[in-house]
């Protein structure tokens, strides 16, 4: 910018200490939601900073949104291994599940503050992720830098309390989430068979932390279900992209042409995930887990009408990329999921 306009010809909008050599040369500094002492600083170079500031509300909130608490709902799937064992009465286990979904929480926060950093450049362009804490600069990056290591000791501190398949299964959910910031998200189709391996990698260390052995069913059933969910995501983002009028996602690998295409593996992932449900409730283990099995039958076009309907709320752009903030505000998803449980609990 210097070699372009000369000392003073430009001006200059930053946030953070590192930007002082840049506002030397600048003619104006203009400070946007600055990081502590930053005003301080820039004012001996002999400039009156101009500062914007956006920031409203509780720093503390915007932490909190940083560490995107509402995901730690993900986490809930540590759980389902003792409810489907029917182990829910046994204390200790419970126990266990729930010190499991607040390491899981404290591992996915870190990973997600690290994988804001690493797109931040992209976030800045996105027409919604630009609104991120990091983004927008309503938090500092050195504290989120902090952050990270220090949620990712609280994590395997917790884990060390569990069994140690369960500190196994979280280091290999810590090294694939990173191998995934920095490689495989931008890989089209791979990013989302790494998108379904997280939600199955919490159910697999649900079972580690209580010692129970996963079934066959349920393995196959989440790998379908999940993917649906992770291209129904990737789908939503597709439609962002197009309605920018570009021509390719922010940091992956997709191009608007692939509207088309991946609605028709989503709805495809989603039926077969019904239909293993389906065997599974046919099959014979199921008389002598459940006192009324065929109760469960119910779950099918439950399960297949909240599956459809995400897909035709993402046709009509009424679903966020952000699948579990859609599921937080929606009223009526909340409605199926709990008749849902309430079929399993009657078929118990």
Known sequence: MQGLCGDG????????MV????????GEALLVN?????????????????VFEDRTGSPFRHYLKALRIHQWL?????????????????????GQALLAFLAFGL????????????????????????????????????????????????????????????VGVLAFYYVTTLAY????????????????????????????????????????????LFLSLALLKRFTEILRMQQQQGTTAFGRGY??????????????????????????INNEAVRDLYRHPEVIWLLCPLL?????????SARRGKLDEDLMAFVIRDRYSQWLIGIGALLLWLAA
């Not at 993900?74 to 419970?94: C, Q, S």
């Open 304 to 312: 297949l009408y909240l599956l459809t309907r995400g897909w035709l």
């Open 19 to 26: 930007d002082l050599p840049v506002w030397e040369r600048a």
């Open 107 to 166: 591992c996915a926060s870190s990973v997600y503050l690290l994988n804001d950093l690493l797109d931040l450049p992209d976030d800045r362009r996105h027409p919604t992720k630009r609104h991120r804490p990091f983004a927008a600069g309503t938090i500092s990056i050195r504290y989120g830098v902090m952050l990270i290591p220090g949620l990712l000791i609280g994590a395997f501190g917790l884990a060390l309390f569990l069994p140690l398949k369960f």
């Open 255 to 280: 191009q608007t042409t692939d509207s088309e295409t991946l609605p028709q593996f989503g709805t495809a992932s989603a039926s077969s995930a019904v239909l293993v449900l389906a065997f599974y």
């Open 34 to 50: 600055p990081e502590r002492g930053v005003k301080a600083a820039v004012e001996p170079l002999g400039k009156v900073p101009r």
């Open 181 to 224: 910031s920095l490689w495989l998200k931008g890989i089209a189709l791979v990013d989302m068979m790494v998108l379904t391996g997280f939600y199955i990698i919490r159910i697999v260390a649900g079972a580690a932390a209580v010692s129970v052995v996963l079934s066959f069913w349920l393995l196959a059933f989440s790998m379908f």
């Open 74 to 94: 993900k986490n809930l799937l540590v759980f389902i291994p003792l409810v489907l064992a029917h182990r829910l009465g046994d204390l200790v286990l419970v």
């Open 9 to 16: 010809g430009f001006d200059y909008a930053a946030n953070a």
